[in-house]
């Protein structure tokens, strides 16, 4: 908050600024050095076959190990990086380090899963993504059917352009989600003409799903939608016995959420799949 000091004369009291403020901003200056002092890592959480309990998969989502502040989650700097335009660096960096990790576990003996990365806008409607991730995949050796790239209804918007990107990055053999479906500005005629894989319906629709019978309207709306369109339906936020019930007896093909496990990070992980 600039105050004027008499004529021409603006100075800014420090004390104005909230600490929030002052703390975005140093996160930000933070932030552009996080990814060469190799700050940044993956935690995974299951995707399981609702009715077999079957493994299909790991949704990789960031996390920012500060130096100060401890293990931060990307809602805390998501959008910071997806204003100064660090969001493609990066999440070019979340597709090199989930493929090379997914590699390695194959490597290692574990049943091959596929891994899915969320891409931001920016980074989608970037012009290299296509032969990034198709480098990526040469690089690391990654047969292409174990990746999966999450976008939102909001890349939609971009239509043409769009269609474009999703049908080349289906030639390289990836599949593609929507994901936190039904919450963004969409029409579903882009479910008519995208080369889509899986649904996934948003955790606040599973959040309240025994409890209000909107969600539930909508849920299994959702799930008749996607089947009858030929697509996989992912529900995440899983949290209960009985929104996994519910799911089942709908026909929801996978679930992911803290029922079953929280995001672990890659150690975690070998625990419990691979060295049992
Ligand atoms: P998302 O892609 O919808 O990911 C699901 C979020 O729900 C994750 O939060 C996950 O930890 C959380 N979650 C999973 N199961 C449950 C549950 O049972 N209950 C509750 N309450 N939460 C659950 P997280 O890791 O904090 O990520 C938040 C969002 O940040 C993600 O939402 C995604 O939009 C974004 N994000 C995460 N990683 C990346 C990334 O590498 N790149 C980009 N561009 N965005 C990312
Ligand atoms: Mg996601
Ligand atoms: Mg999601
Ligand atoms: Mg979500």
Not at 111 to 123: C, D, E, G, H, M
Not at 228 to 234: G, P, Q, T
């Amino acid at each position: 908050q600039a105050k004027a000091q008499g004529k021409n004369q603006f100075v800014i009291h420090t004390s104005d600024l909230s600490d929030e403020m002052i703390s975005e901003s140093v996160l930000e200056i933070e932030l552009r050095n996080a990814l060469e002092n190799d700050e940044f890592v993956l935690h995974y959480q299951p995707q399981i076959h609702t009715v077999s309990k079957e493994l299909i998969g790991f949704e990789a989502l960031i996390r920012w190990q500060h130096p100060r502040l401890g293990m931060l989650e990307p809602g805390r700097f998501i959008r910071l990086a997806e204003e100064n335009g660090l969001i493609t660096q990066i999440g070019e960096w979340v597709i090199n380090e989930a493929c090379l990790q997914n590699k390695k576990w194959q490597h290692a003996g574990m049943t091959p899963v596929k891994i899915s990365v969320n891409l931001s806008t920016q980074q989608f409607l970037t012009r290299n993504l296509i032969s990034y991730v198709e480098e990526v995949l040469d690089r690391t050796a990654l047969n292409p059917k174990y990746l999966v790239v999450e976008i939102t209804e909001n890349m939609a918007m971009e239509y043409e352009y769009s269609i474009y990107v999703l049908k080349e990055l289906k030639k390289l053999g990836i599949g593609i989600s929507i994901d936190d479906f039904g919450t963004g500005y969409s029409s579903l005629n882009y479910l008519k003409n995208f080369p889509i894989d899986y649904i996934k319906i948003d955790k606040s629709f599973v959040s309240e799903l025994m409890n209000d019978e909107n969600d539930a309207i909508i849920v299994v709306a959702t799930i008749t939608l996607a089947h009858n369109l030929h697509k996989e339906v992912i529900a995440e936020g899983v949290e209960t016995q009985e929104q996994l019930e519910f799911l089942k007896k709908h026909n929801c093909d996978i679930i992911q959420g803290y029922f079953f496990s929280k995001p672990l990070s890659a150690c975690e992980i070998e625990k419990v799949y691979l060295l049992h």
